[in-house]
C-alpha cells in the first residue's frame, strides 16, 4: 500500500514539472508557416476561387443572398420576379418592391461574400510577394490578380461608391477603407496584369477549364472600359478576345447549360459547379431555392426566381424575324390566373426561339421533363407578384445527371455553371463599343453573329411559331442601332445576372423600371400597386448598416439610402 | 529520497500515543440527541462524529482539547481531564458565525472568513427533488442570478454579481476540488448528494486565478462519517409539469379578419387561396390545397378545425417528472462511505421531447494507520437528451390556424404548397413527432482519489488527482414531410459524437498552527490542468425506412459525408499559496496568490499572478464592545485580481487556416472531384492577454435581537480590464472571411451591492419560522473601447445590442418610436420618414436633421436588472412544515424578437397573437400597433425598433413545499427511522407585464444579452414526494 502511495506521490509531482506542458499545437489546421511554400500558395489560391460562388466561411445572410449567379439582382431588374409566394423570403420581397432597408440580409449577405473573394485573392498576392522567389509564381499571381478583379468589379457595379481593399491594407490589417468613389482604375490596373501574365492557352499543368485564359483577362478589362463609357478602349480589348480564336459560339445556344457544353469554346470564365450524390458542397448552393416545383420535376423546390412578362414579351419578333416594334406594350399570351386544370391556348404569334431556352411557360417542353404544366409547376399563387413562368437556364435539363445535384431539400444544388463571361456576351459588347464609337457596320456583324447562331441552332419544341433572322440591311443610324445592340443583349443574356447593371449604365434604369412595373402590372395587378416608385436612389445598392457600423466611421451611406 | 519517505511513513503509523477511550452523548437544550454532531480532538485530524441516538467514542488523552460541533449549534471546546465520560450539551444557534464553510482548498469558519463568500442551506434547497443542483442557486445567495436553461435537461445559466466581460460570464465549478466551466456538470450531479454549495464572489476566488473572475462555485459531496451507523435515505417524488404562459393567438375567423383589413388597408382588393375574395372573407371547411401524391393521401382532405388549430394547444401537454433518489451512508473507526443512485426521467411539456438521466455515486475514505487518509470521488452519470430540430415554438407561434393537425386519412397536415398561402412553418407536430427518436446521449464520469498526510499534528500534505470525461453520442434523422410545402427530397441521418475530457492534479502543504492568540493557516500548491476535445459528425441521406431500427449510417443509399470534426486541447500550470491569519478571535486577515501559466496565450503572455488579500474584524468580540444595538458586528474588506481566460477557443495567438470542402475547395473541371483549398478560418492575435478584474469588496456582518435577525451587506465593485471579445471592427465586413481575432478591448466596471436578511424564531405556541430575503444589485458600465462601439449578433432586422463607453454593456439600440401618426397633417410636420403615413409609427429625429434614417438610432432599453432578490418563508408546527420561496428581477428589459413571429406581417400567412387586435384603425386611433398591412412598411418590422423591447420585470413564486413528518410510531413500524411526504410546486404563480411565452430569457453572448428568442419556456411542476431514513 505504502508502494502505491508513494507511486502517486512521484507521479503527481512529475506530470506537474513538464517544461512544455503549457505549449499546444492547434489540431487538425495549418500555421501560417505552413503554407509558406508552392502547396500553400495552390491551396490559398483554390480558396479565392472556391470563393466565387459566394459560399464563405461563416458571415451573415443564408446562402441564396449571397449566390455567386446574381440571381436575386435579376429580380430587381425587369428580367425576373424573385418568384413564390410574396411571404417566402420577405426579405427580397422588400427589394423586389424597393423598400430598400439597410438592414436587409441580401445586401449584407452578397457585400461580405464579395470582399471575402477580395481579401482571398489578397491573401494570394501578399504570400507571393513575401516568398523567395515572387517570379515563380506569377501565374498564380495573375489568377488572384484576375480573382481580385472580378470581385471588385461586381463590389463596383453593385455598390458605386465602394472601398478598395489593396494587398498591402490586407497585410496590414486595415480592412476599414473609405468608399469615396469608384474603384475602376484598380479594377483595369488588376485585368491588365492578369492579361500579361496568365497563360494564354490551356495544356500542360493549365489545362483546367476553370482557370481564366490571358484572353478572358482581356474581355474582363474590355468590360470593365465598357462600363467606363471608354468605348475605344474596350472595343480594342474586346476585339483583341475576339480575333484570338480563343473562343467561339457554341451551335447550339442550350449547350451553355447542359453539362456536354458548359465548358466548351463559348465558355470563357464561369463558376464552376460540381454537384454529386452528397451534399454537393460544389454546387450552387446559392440558387438552391430556383427550381420550379410541380408533380412533373419530382421533388424539386422552392419556386424562386422567375421570369417576367416583360422579358416573355421582348422574345417577341415580327414577320421579318426581328424583334417587334411594340413588344414592349404588346403582351404574349400565357396562363396567368389560370390552372393547369382550364384551358389555356399558347402564344401563336412569332417568336425569338431563345425565349424557349429561357423562359418555361405552358405547353412548350420544360428542359425535357416534358409540357410545363403551368400553374403546377408554379410556387406562387395568383395574388403573389410572381408570375406564371419559371426559369429555365437554371434547371438541369431531364437525364442530365451531370448537373443534377442533392442536398438541401433535394436535388438543387445544380452544377450548371454560371457564366461570368461567355463568347456571346463579349460579341455582344464588342457591338455595344463599335455602336457606341459610331462604327455601326461592325457592330452589326457581331449582333448578326449571335443572332445567326439563335436562327440555325436547334429549337426547344417543334410546336411554337419560331421566327428569327439577323439584321440583314444596315441600321438607320446610331439611335436604331444602339436599340438594336441592346435588345440582342437582353434575349441572349436574360437571366445571366447582367441586366440590372446594363440599365444602370445606360442611365435608363429610373425610367425603365418604372415603366417595366407599369407594364407588369397589366397582368400582374398586384405588382404595380405593392412597388414603389424606382428612383435615382436605387441605382446604388445600400450599404449594408452593419458595414457602415463596423467601420469605424470610413463607410458613408449612398445616397438617398 | 525514497527511502527517507518510507521512514518517514512506517513511522507516522507506527508511532501511536497512549491514549484513553472517552465516550459520551450529545444533545440540545431539550435533551434531544444530536446526531452526526462532529467531535475534533484538536490539533489533529481525529475526530468522529456522533450515532443517531447522540453518541460517540473518541482516543483522546488528558489534556487534549475536544471540539464539540454540530450545524445550527453552537460549538463547545472542552479540555479532557481524568473522566472517561463526557456529555455535553450544545446550544442550539443561528449565528451564522459558526458555521463552517469551504473557501477553495480550505474550510473555514464564518467567524474567520474576511472575503464574500456565500452559502446554500443544502437542507433547504434540497428537501425536495430538483432536477438539476444549480437551481439551489436560484435565489438563496445574494449576488447569484441563476436563470432557466430551458428544455428538461438543459443546464441554467448562472451570474454571479451580473456582468463583468464582454466574453463567456459562467462561473468555475470545482466539485471535489475538480475544476470546470462547464456548467452541464450541475445537471450531472445528484442534488442529493450534495453537503456543500460555496459560492466565491470576490477576491477570495483568487485562489482559483486564472479562471476565477466570473466567481467560483464550490461544491462538495456527502462523504459519510466515522462511527456512524449505517444509513439508508429512499427519496421519491412523482410530478407533473405544464406550461402556463403563452400568448393567446387569433383563432380561425380573427385572423380571416386580420387578414382581410391587411389587404384592405394596402389598397388591394382582398382574395386568398383560403378565404376567397370579396367584402368579407369566408372561413373554409376543407384547406384548398392539392393533396401529396401516393397511396395514404388517396381520398384525405385537411379539415379546418371549428376555431382553426390552437398550435401552442397542440404542442404543450402536461408531462410527467420521476425522481427517486437511493443512498446509503456510514462509516467505522477506519472509514466511511457514501454511495446513492438516482433516476430522474423529465417527460418535455412539449411533447416528444425529455430528458432521462442515471447517476451513481461512490464516496468513500479510510485511513491508513493514524496519518494517511485516502479519499475517492466517483460520479458516474448516463443521460439522453431528446433533442428537436427547428424551433417549435417559433412554429407554433406562426403557423396557420387554417392547418389541421392531421388530415382526414390521419397523415400530418402542412402547408402543402406556398401558393394555399397557408404559411411557411413546418407543422411543429409533426416535427417533434418525427424528431422523437432522435438524441443526444451523454456519459459523464467525475472521479478524483486524494491522499491527506498528516506529517505533523500542523503540516498536512495533500496530493489529488481528478478527471471529468464527457462522451457525447448524438443521433438525428430529417424524414421526409411531403405535406409541406417546401417538402424535402432525401431524407437524412446525421450523427455526432465527441469526447471531452478535463484532469487535473494538485499538490499542496497545510501548515496551522497557534501561538498564544495568533493562529496561522498556511497552504501552498501546485495544481496542473489539461481538457483535450475531440469530435466528429457524419450524414447519410436516402433511407429506405424511416424506423429507428434502421437508423445506422450503413444503412442509408446516398453518399456519406463528415460534416465536420475537430480537435483541441488546452492547459494550465500553477502555482498557488494562501495564509489565514487570525489573532485572538477579533482580526483576521487572509492573502492570497496564484501564478497561472496558460497554454491558451503566447508564450511571453501566457503568465500571470493574481494576488488578493482580505481583512476582517470582529467588533463584537472587543472587550469593550456594548451588545445593545448589535449581538455580532463585524467588518470586512477585501481586494483581489482575478483572471478569466475562459475565451472561446485554445489557440487564439495564431492564425488558423482550415482545409475547408465547403468554403475552399473548388471544382475546375466543373464536374466531379473537388481540389483542396484553404482559408484563414480565424486571424490570431498574439498580443492577446488575460482578461484582470480587479474586486474590491466591502462588507458588514451584523446580527440582532439575541442574534435572531442576521444580515449582511457586501458593496462591491468589480473592474476588468483588459476586455477580451472578438474585435468585429478589426476584421469588419470588408475583411478577409476569417472570424475575428479575440483582443483585449476595453474596460468594464460592475458596481452594487449585497444584501442577505435572515430572521428566525419560534412563538410560544411552538411555531417555528423563518424568513430570508436577499436582494443584489449589479449596474455595469463600460469604460473603455478601442473602438466606439461595438454591435451584437445580427438577426432578421439587424443587429440589436450595442455596447459603447459610458452604457452598460450589450444596451438595446435602434429607433425610437414615439407613437403613432393620427393624421396627415402630423405626417407632414414631423421629419422626413421614408414611409410615414397615418397609422404608421412615428420615429424620434434623434439628430434633429428633419430625416429619419439610420443615423437615429439611439439607446432604446436596458436588459440589466436593477434588483434581483429572493424571499424564502420557512414556518413549522409540530409534524408539519412549510416553505416557499419567491424571486424576481425588476427593471430589465426585455428585446422580445419572437414578437417579429407572431405580431408583425412579416411572415403575413402565418398567425398572430392576440396582439394585433389592437391595431391602429381611424377607429382605434389609440392602438398599440400600427395599422394592419400585408408587409413591413415604414421600417416598422425590419430593423430594430423600440416596438420590440418590452418591460422584463417579474417576480415569481419559485417553489412552494408542504411537509408532513410522520410520528415517530408510524415511522418505525415502516422500520424506518423517520419518514417525511411533501408537495413541492415549483413556478406556480408569475407576476410580469411581459406578454412572450416567458420573462426568464436565457442569456446568450454578452454582447446579445435580453434578446428573447423563442426559448423553451420555463414549466410550472407540482409534485408529491416521500422521503424515509432507515
Known amino acids: ?558 445616397p438617398g439610402h | 529520497m525514497k527511502k527517507a519517505f518510507l521512514v518517514v511513513l512506517m513511522l507516522s503509523s507506527s508511532l501511536i500515543f497512549a491514549q484513553d477511550s472517552i465516550s459520551g452523548s450529545v444533545s440540545d437544550e431539550n435533551n434531544n440527541p444530536i446526531p452526526g454532531a462532529t467531535i475534533v480532538v484538536e490539533g489533529t485530524n481525529t475526530g468522529v462524529v456522533t450515532d443517531f441516538d447522540g453518541n460517540y467514542q473518541i482516543n483522546a488523552s488528558t489534556g487534549d482539547q475536544l471540539t464539540f460541533s454540530s450545524l445550527g449549534f453552537g460549538s463547545q471546546t472542552i479540555t479532557v481531564g481524568n473522566q472517561n465520560q463526557i456529555n455535553v450539551t450544545l446550544m442550539s444557534s443561528v449565528d451564522i458565525l459558526d458555521e463552517v464553510v469551504v473557501s477553495g482548498y480550505q474550510t473555514q469558519q464564518r467567524r474567520s472568513l474576511s472575503g464574500a463568500i456565500g452559502t446554500v442551506d443544502t437542507d433547504e434547497a434540497f428537501k425536495t427533488q430538483v432536477t438539476n443542483a444549480a437551481e439551489a442557486l436560484q435565489g438563496r445567495v445574494a449576488g447569484v442570478q441563476v436563470t432557466s436553461g430551458g428544455g428538461p435537461g438543459a443546464a441554467p445559466i448562472v451570474r454571479i454579481r451580473g456582468y463583468a466581460t464582454t466574453n463567456d460570464n459562467s462561473p468555475l465549478y470545482v466539485i471535489d476540488g475538480i475544476q470546470t466551466t462547464d456548467a452541464n456538470v450541475m445537471r450531472d450531479i445528484n442534488p442529493k448528494d450534495i453537503e456543500n454549495i460555496s459560492v466565491l464572489k470576490d477576491g477570495a476566488a483568487a485562489i482559483y486565478g486564472a479562471r476565477a473572475s466570473n466567481g467560483v462555485i464550490v461544491v462538495t459531496t456527502k462523504g459519510g462519517s466515522y462511527n456512524m451507523e449505517n444509513t439508508f435515505e429512499v427519496d421519491a417524488s412523482y410530478g407533473i409539469s405544464e406550461v402556463t404562459r403563452y400568448p393567446d393567438m387569433l383563432n380561425v375567423q380573427q385572423h380571416a379578419d386580420m387578414t382581410w383589413q391587411s389587404i384592405l388597408n394596402d389598397g388591394n382588393s382582398p382574395s386568398h387561396p383560403q378565404y376567397g375574395s370579396g367584402p368579407t372573407p369566408s372561413v373554409p371547411v376543407f384547406l384548398n390545397v392539392p393533396m401529396p401524391s401516393g397511396p395514404e393521401y388517396e381520398g384525405a382532405g385537411a379539415k379546418v378545425s371549428p376555431n382553426g388549430t390552437s398550435w401552442f394547444d397542440e404542442i404543450f401537454d402536461p408531462a410527467s417528472v420521476t425522481n427517486v433518489s437511493l443512498s446509503a451512508s456510514g462509516g467505522s473507526e477506519q472509514g466511511k462511505f457514501h454511495l446513492s443512485a438516482n433516476y430522474l426521467k423529465q417527460e418535455g411539456v412539449i411533447i416528444h421531447t425529455g430528458y432521462e438521466r442515471v447517476s451513481t455515486r461512490l464516496n468513500s475514505e479510510f485511513k491508513i494507520g493514524d496519518k494517511i487518509t485516502i479519499t475517492e470521488h466517483l460520479n458516474v452519470t448516463y443521460d439522453k437528451e431528446g433533442t428537436t430540430s427547428g424551433n417549435p415554438i417559433q412554429n407554433a407561434a406562426f403557423s396557420s390556424p387554417l392547418v389541421p393537425v392531421r388530415d382526414t386519412n390521419g397523415n400530418f397536415a402542412g402547408t402543402y404548397s406556398n401558393s394555399a398561402r397557408v404559411g411557411i412553418a413546418n407543422n411543429p407536430v409533426s416535427d417533434l413527432s418525427r424528431g422523437a427518436n432522435d438524441y443526444n446521449k451523454n456519459l459523464r464520469v467525475i472521479g478524483d482519489i486524494s491522499m491527506k498526510w498528516q506529517i505533523t499534528p500542523e503540516l498536512l500534505f495533500k496530493t489529488s488527482a481528478g478527471v471529468t470525461m464527457r462522451d457525447l453520442n448524438g443521433r438525428y434523422f430529417t424524414a421526409l414531410n411531403p405535406e409541406h410545402g417546401e417538402a424535402i427530397s432525401n431524407n437524412t441521418l446525421s450523427e455526432q459524437s465527441f469526447r471531452q475530457d478535463e484532469w487535473v492534479v494538485t499538490n499542496f502543504l497545510n501548515y496551522k498552527n497557534t501561538f498564544g492568540d495568533h493562529t496561522l493557516d498556511l497552504l501552498v500548491g501546485t495544481e496542473a490542468q489539461k481538457d483535450n476535445y475531440k469530435g466528429f459528425g457524419a450524414l447519410r441521406t436516402n433511407y429506405l425506412f424511416e424506423d429507428p431500427s434502421f437508423y445506422l449510417l450503413s444503412n442509408g443509399a446516398g453518399v456519406p459525408v463528415i460534416s465536420g470534426a475537430s480537435a483541441s486541447s488546452s492547459s494550465i500550470f500553477s502555482l498557488l499559496g494562501t495564509a489565514n491569519w487570525s489573532y485572538g478571535g477579533k482580526y483576521f486577515a487572509t492573502a492570497t496568490v496564484r501564478k497561472d501559466d496558460t497554454s491558451r496565450f503566447a508564450n511571453a503572455e501566457s503568465d500571470a499572478i493574481f494576488p488578493s488579500g482580505s481583512v476582517a474584524w470582529l467588533v463584537s468580540s472587543e472587550d469593550w464592545y456594548d451588545s445593545s444595538v448589535f449581538d455580532t458586528l463585524k467588518v470586512r474588506a477585501s481586494y483581489g485580481e482575478l483572471g478569466n481566460q475562459q475565451i472561446g477557443g485554445s489557440n487564439l495567438d495564431v492564425n488558423i487556416s482550415l482545409l475547408s470542402e465547403g468554403s475552399a475547395f473548388y471544382a475546375f473541371g466543373g464536374s466531379g472531384g473537388a481540389t483542396a483549398g484553404a482559408n484563414i478560418a480565424t486571424k490570431g492575435n498574439p498580443l492577446l492577454t488575460w482578461e484582470t478584474m480587479t474586486s474590491t469588496n466591502f462588507a458588514l456582518d451584523m446580527g440582532f435581537l439575541d442574534n435572531k435577525l442576521t444580515a449582511t451587506i457586501d458593496v462591491f465593485s468589480n473592474e476588468t480590464t483588459g476586455l477580451v471579445a472578438q474585435d468585429t471592427q478589426k476584421i469588419s465586413t470588408t475583411a478577409i472571411d476569417a472570424a475575428a481575432p479575440y483582443t483585449n478591448l476595453g474596460s468594464m466596471k460592475s458596481t452594487g451591492f449585497d444584501l442577505s436578511l435572515n430572521y428566525s424564531d419560534t412563538t410560544s405556541s411552538g411555531v417555528t419560522y423563518a424568513i430570508n430575503a436577499n436582494a443584489t444589485r449589479a449596474k455595469n458600465e463600460v469604460t473603455e473601447l478601442i473602438s466606439e462601439f461595438y454591435s451584437g449578433g445580427s438577426q432578421r432586422i439587424g443587429s440589436m445590442t450595442r455596447t459603447s463607453v459610458g452604457e452598460p454593456i450589450s444596451y438595446f439600440y435602434g429607433r425610437n418610436v414615439l407613437g403613432i401618426f393620427q393624421t396627415a397633417a402630423e405626417v407632414a410636420s414631423h421629419a422626413t420618414q421614408t414611409g410615414a403615413g397615418v397609422g404608421r409609427f412615428k420615429y424620434e429625429d434623434i439628430n434633429n436633421d428633419g430625416v429619419i434614417n439610420d443615423n437615429d438610432r439611439t439607446k432604446i432599453g436596458d436588459p440589466h436588472p436593477d434588483l434581483i432578490f429572493g424571499v424564502n418563508l420557512n414556518l413549522a408546527y409540530k409534524n408539519w412544515d412549510m416553505s416557499m420561496f419567491w424571486n424576481g428581477s425588476i427593471g430589465n428589459d426585455i428585446f422580445d424578437y419572437t414578437a417579429l413571429y407572431y405580431e408583425t406581417p412579416y411572415f403575413f400567412n402565418g398567425n398572430r397573437s392576440t396582439a394585433v387586435l389592437d391595431s391602429w384603425s381611424p377607429s382605434n386611433t389609440g392602438a398599440a400597433l400600427p395599422a394592419l398591412s400585408e408587409t413591413t412598411l415604414n421600417n416598422e418590422f425590419s430593423t430594430s425598433n423600440s416596438f420590440f423591447v418590452r418591460d422584463g420585470s417579474y417576480v415569481r413564486l419559485r417553489t412552494l413545499q408542504i411537509g408532513y413528518t410522520l410520528p415517530d410510531t408510524f415511522a418505525s413500524k415502516l422500520g424506518a427511522s423517520s419518514a417525511r411526504v411533501y408537495y413541492n410546486g415549483s413556478n406556480l404563480l408569475t407576476l410580469t407585464d411581459f406578454t412572450g411565452l416567458d420573462p426568464e430569457v436565457p442569456r446568450g453572448g454578452a454582447l446579445d444579452i435580453g434578446v428573447y428568442s423563442a426559448q423553451y419556456p420555463t414549466n410550472s411542476i407540482s409534485s408529491l414526494g416521500i422521503n424515509i431514513k432507515f
Not at chain 1, 6 to 33: M, R
Not at chain 1, 144 to 171: C, K, T
Not at chain 1, 255 to 276: P, T, V, W, Y
Not at chain 1, 355 to 383: E, H, Q, Y
Open chain 1, 1 to 558: 500500500m505504502k508502494k502505491i502511495l508513494i507511486l502517486l506521490l512521484s507521479a503527481s509531482i512529475l506530470v506537474a514539472c513538464s517544461d512544455d506542458f503549457t505549449e499546444i499545437d492547434p489540431v487538425g489546421s495549418l500555421s501560417d508557416a505552413s503554407l509558406q511554400n508552392a502547396t500553400g500558395v495552390d491551396l490559398l489560391l483554390t480558396g479565392a476561387y472556391s470563393v466565387l460562388d459566394g459560399m464563405r466561411n461563416g458571415g451573415p445572410g443564408a446562402d441564396w443572398t449571397k449566390s455567386g449567379d446574381n440571381w436575386w439582382l435579376d429580380a430587381i431588374s425587369d428580367d425576373a420576379h424573385k418568384g413564390s409566394t410574396d411571404g417566402d423570403q420577405a426579405d427580397l420581397l422588400l427589394i423586389e418592391l424597393f423598400q430598400w432597408d439597410t438592414t436587409n440580409p441580401y445586401f449584407e449577405g452578397r457585400w461580405q461574400a464579395l470582399f471575402a473573394g477580395v481579401n482571398r485573392a489578397n491573401a494570394v498576392i501578399d504570400l507571393i510577394n513575401n516568398a523567395a522567389n515572387p517570379s515563380d509564381f506569377s501565374v498564380q499571381k495573375a489568377q488572384a490578380r484576375f480573382l481580385r478583379g472580378h470581385y471588385n468589379f461586381e463590389i463596383q457595379r453593385m455598390w458605386v461608391n465602394v472601398p478598395y481593399i489593396s494587398d498591402e491594407n490586407y497585410a496590414a490589417s486595415e480592412f476599414n477603407q473609405p468608399n469615396s468613389g469608384p474603384i475602376w482604375s484598380q479594377i483595369e490596373a488588376d485585368f491588365s496584369a492578369a492579361a500579361g501574365s496568365l497563360p494564354t492557352s490551356r495544356g500542360g499543368s493549365y489545362s483546367e477549364p476553370g482557370r481564366p485564359l490571358a484572353s478572358a483577362a482581356r474581355a474582363y478589362l474590355g468590360r470593365t472600359q465598357l462600363y467606363q463609357g471608354k468605348w475605344s478602349d474596350a472595343l480594342t480589348s474586346l476585339e483583341s478576345v475576339i480575333n484570338s480564336g480563343d473562343y467561339a459560339l457554341n451551335s447550339d445556344f442550350s449547350a451553355n447549360f447542359r453539362s456536354a457544353g458548359e465548358n466548351s469554346s463559348e465558355m470563357i470564365f464561369a463558376i464552376q459547379f460540381a454537384s454529386d450524390g452528397g451534399q454537393s458542397p460544389q454546387g450552387n448552393r446559392g440558387g438552391t431555392l430556383n427550381m420550379p416545383i410541380g408533380s412533373m420535376t419530382g421533388g424539386m423546390c422552392c419556386g424562386f426566381y422567375q421570369p417576367t412578362l416583360d422579358l416573355a414579351n421582348a422574345f417577341q419578333t415580327d414577320s421579318n424575324g426581328l424583334p417587334l416594334a411594340n413588344w414592349s406594350t404588346t403582351d404574349i399570351s400565357n396562363d396567368y390566373g389560370v390552372y393547369e386544370t382550364e384551358a389555356h391556348t399558347p402564344h401563336s404569334g412569332p417568336l425569338d426561339p431563345r425565349i424557349d431556352f429561357t423562359v418555361g411557360r405552358r405547353g412548350v417542353d420544360l428542359n425535357g421533363f416534358g409540357p410545363m404544366s403551368g400553374k403546377d409547376n408554379i410556387r406562387a399563387s395568383f395574388t403573389d407578384i410572381s408570375g406564371p413562368f419559371v426559369n429555365k437556364k437554371n434547371l438541369y435539363t431531364a437525364g442530365d445527371d451531370t448537373n443534377r445535384g442533392t442536398g438541401g431539400w433535394g436535388e438543387q444544388r445544380t452544377g450548371i455553371n454560371y457564366h461570368i463571361l461567355r463568347y456571346a456576351d463579349v460579341l455582344l459588347m464588342a457591338a455595344e463599343a463599335a455602336v457606341e464609337s459610331g462604327n455601326l457596320e461592325t457592330g452589326r456583324n457581331y449582333v448578326n453573329q449571335v443572332r445567326a447562331r439563335a436562327k440555325n441552332g436547334p429549337r426547344a419544341d417543334a410546336s411554337p411559331n419560331y421566327v428569327i433572322d439577323t439584321y440583314n440591311s444596315s441600321w438607320s443610324d446610331q439611335a436604331a442601332a444602339r436599340n438594336a445592340v441592346r435588345h440582342e443583349r437582353r434575349v441572349e443574356m436574360a437571366l445571366e445576372g447582367h441586366r440590372l447593371f446594363d440599365l444602370r449604365r445606360w442611365n435608363i434604369m429610373v425610367d425603365a423600371l418604372n415603366t417595366y412595373i407599369s407594364n407588369e402590372g397589366r397582368t400582374i395587378t398586384n405588382f404595380a400597386v405593392k412597388a414603389n416608385p424606382v428612383s435615382a436612389k436605387h441605382n446604388a445598392l445600400p450599404i449594408p448598416l452593419n458595414a457602415i457600423d463596423q467601420s469605424q466611421g470610413a463607410l458613408s451611406q449612398n
